[in-house]
């Protein structure tokens, strides 16, 4: 079968412009796939996996090109690019979706909400579904919901062979789990996810307070404890960042942690109950700001999202699982942000973004590795500034890596080190994802995860 879709070759005029286009991410490695396939249909990337697979091309995947160290550019073979695939079909009595790879989570958020419904889409609204869902799902209401993937009914991929097959726990379930949780080392290409939904919250509202950098420590034992008593339904969250102009109008701005709560509630009054922990502050005389109580919607969380990822920037992150209290690791890491090198990086630790709720994550590659999380971002617009900022990245891992007990594969840093990969699930998992690899694509179609280029 014949592929409808674009196919642009290194050489070809278009090539320069396509390779652009597949990655969000300013920062682009040098990494350059011998050909491109733009995908319109599930029969073409069965068409373009047939034909990587008869000319021994590598394949590597691409929805919207979120992946922030580069995953779907590799050097030669073939990248399929997903981005036309972005449609659904929302089944409102069954409370069920079929979403193609490329749809957003802002755009399927909007779907649903006029049937009156949710699901755990991500905190950054362009991020497509596809590579979210693979990865895990850390997002919305996660406390309540568990990882999106968890909200995952079944599967269509297309196999290294070249096949369509729909996985679900009752069919091929190996196949299943791995595409929970396996990431862009999944051996397969997802064309189609059918989830579970929701009821949509009937309000949502949050709390914030913004304090001096120099109160990291005080404000994260209370935060800390805050935290312990909130339901399930609350997500909270520490920043680590620069003020906002609004606050500090004159440059240089200070650095500052912020304490951050969102409840999605079942009324207005549920959702003020819910946040009640976070309501009386003994600091708050010390705010520098602090909005307590305040309704808000999933546009306006995602209009704040949009303000911390600004689109046509510079960005490298890496995560770190911990079993160690933040009332440790903060301080650590406030001395990391106030020597960032640019104003716009941040350090977010959320508190249970996967929820507490353990059972949420069972039976899936998708691997909760401690009882503390964080992700340091690098965010920059100058390519001048490349090495500073990276370097600042790595340095800031390097101080707390000995409290490490893993990565979160959707924001690991997969070239800082060879294995972060690995690291990124528990031994069992990871052996297990290795023989599924070997079982499913014994030929190698598929490329593995990104590893540190060879000197």
Not at 232 to 259: F, H, M, Q, Y
Not at 368 to 396: C, H, K, M, Q, S
Request: glycine share 8%.
């Amino acid at each position: 079968m014949a592929i409808e879709g674009e196919v642009v070759r290194r050489g070809d005029a278009a090539y320069e412009s396509t390779w652009e286009a597949m990655l969000w991410n300013g920062l682009k490695p040098q990494r350059f796939p011998d050909l491109i396939v733009r995908a319109t249909s599930e029969a073409d990337v069965a068409a373009a996996v047939r034909l990587a697979r008869s000319q021994g091309l590598r394949v590597a995947i691409r929805a919207h090109g979120h992946s922030w160290c580069g995953s779907p550019l590799r050097d030669g073979g073939m990248l399929i690019d997903l981005s036309a695939l972005n449609g659904c079909r929302i089944d409102a009595a069954s409370r069920t979706a079929t979403v193609q790879p490329a749809l957003s989570g802002s755009e399927f958020v909007s779907a649903l909400a006029p049937h009156g419904l949710a699901f755990p889409a991500g905190h950054c609204g362009s991020v497509a579904l596809s590579g979210y869902l693979l990865s895990g799902g850390l997002g919305w209401n996660g406390g309540t919901l568990g990882p999106a993937c968890a909200s995952v009914e079944a599967v269509e991929v297309v196999t290294a062979d070249g096949e369509v097959v729909t996985c679900s726990q009752d069919k091929d379930p190996d196949l299943f789990w791995a595409a929970r949780g396996a990431g862009p080392g999944f051996f397969g290409v997802a064309t189609r996810f059918h989830v579970r939904l929701y009821e949509l919250p009937a309000a949502i509202a949050g709390t914030t307070y913004t304090f001096p950098l120099a109160d990291v420590e005080a404000v994260t034992r209370w935060a800390t404890e805050a935290a312990e008593r909130l339901p399930a339904n609350v997500e909270a969250a520490l920043t680590l960042a620069t003020a906002s102009p609004a606050l500090a109008p004159d440059s240089p701005r200070p650095k500052v942690v912020c304490v951050a709560g969102t409840a999605f509630g079942a009324s207005p009054d549920d959702a003020r109950r819910s946040l009640e922990p976070l309501r009386d502050c003994p600091l708050a005389d010390r705010a520098l700001d602090s909005a307590v109580d305040q309704p808000t919607t999933f546009p306006a969380l995602y209009n704040a999202s949009d303000a911390f990822w600004p689109s046509a920037h510079r960005n490298a992150v890496d995560t770190l699982w911990s079993d160690t209290p933040f009332t440790t690791l903060l301080p650590k890491l406030a001395a990391s942000i106030a020597e960032a090198p640019s104003d716009k990086s941040l350090i977010l630790a959320p508190f249970w973004p996967a929820s507490r709720d353990r059972g949420l994550s069972r039976d899936m590659a998708f691997s909760v590795l401690g009882e503390t999380y964080f992700a340091p971002f690098a965010i920059w617009d100058d390519p001048a500034d490349d090495d500073a900022n990276t370097r600042w990245l790595r340095d800031t891992m390097h101080a707390v890596e000995p409290h490490g007990t893993g990565h979160y594969i959707a924001e690991a840093d997969l070239t800082a080190d060879p294995s972060r990969a690995q690291r990124s699930y528990t031994p069992a998992v990871w052996r297990r994802l290795q023989a599924l690899k070997a079982a499913y694509d014994p030929e190698g179609v598929f490329h593995t995860y990104l590893t540190p280029a060879t000197p």
